[in-house]
């Protein structure tokens, strides 16, 4: 089966200070008297995986686990401290909220300039303008600057944008946990349609029943390590069991 991400032997580090810094003056004081210091942080360790093309697959673990950093290195937004990820296809990342967006903007201009981001040109976005504003049902709100905008809000503009076509593979990190219920089951629904075309989903969720109604197969990550890869169902039942 054709592979649309392949993770070899990834491992993720971070330098963190050994001490609270309060303040510049405080930050060039230690680093003029070398007492800056900091410890090395292993977020992943050793992290291989292939996801075939056309699956949905999930990530579970609890707070502090790598799932975040992880999706960010899928994505390319972090390069990983060792091994690396291949990727075959054109990439929709939903991830941070608000990442390509300018909130002193408004909904109508932050639609195409986030669609410039992930790559659709300005007439893609007139022909598509209308679809997401009606999936996003903001159209009340259009003429907002985005400073003014809920979290759930901005999800919605979001998720509209980056779903407007069919991407090879899709990245989802917990946006969909800050929509209400009804939107959260378009969402999925949206997801579903994507799937029957062939994309590539990963999703990262705190919601365990979402996992077990959109994924075929499940990762869960402990402290940065694999812990078990496997059909989504046996993954899930041990994760809640644990």
């Not at 992290?47 to 950093?69: A, Q």
């Not at 980056?162 to 949206?190: M, N, S, W």
Request: overall charge negative; hydrophobic content about 45%.
């Amino acid at each position: 089966m054709d592979k649309a991400i392949i993770v070899s032997n990834v491992d993720m580090h971070f330098n963190m200070s050994k001490f609270k810094i309060d303040s510049i003056k405080e930050y060039l004081i230690k680093l003029f008297k070398r007492e800056l210091m900091y410890q090395d942080f292993i977020a992943l360790k050793d992290i291989s995986l292939e996801i075939p093309k056309g699956d949905v697959f999930g990530i579970v673990g609890l707070n502090g686990s790598g799932k975040s950093t992880l999706l960010k290195i899928i994505s390319g937004i972090l390069k990983p401290s060792k091994g690396y990820v291949k990727i075959y296809g054109v990439i929709a990342p939903l991830i941070e909220l608000g990442a390509g967006f300018d909130m002193e903007l408004t909904a109508r201009e932050n639609i195409f300039l986030n669609g410039s981001v992930l790559g659709f040109s300005r007439q893609t976005m007139k022909d598509k303008f209308d679809e997401i504003v009606d999936f996003s049902e903001m159209e009340e709100f259009l003429d907002v600057p985005m400073k003014n905008y809920s979290s759930g809000m901005v999800a919605r503009i979001a998720f509209a944008v980056a779903t407007i076509t069919q991407p090879d593979i899709l990245i989802v990190d917990e946006i969909l946990a800050v929509g209400d219920f009804r939107f959260q089951q378009k969402c999925e629904d949206r997801i579903n349609q994507l799937m029957s075309g062939g994309t590539t989903v990963v999703i990262v969720s705190h919601s365990i029943e979402q996992i077990e109604r959109l994924c075929k197969h499940c990762m869960w990550l402990e402290h940065g390590k694999i812990k078990m890869i496997g059909d989504k169902q046996e993954v899930c039942d041990a994760y809640k069991n644990s």
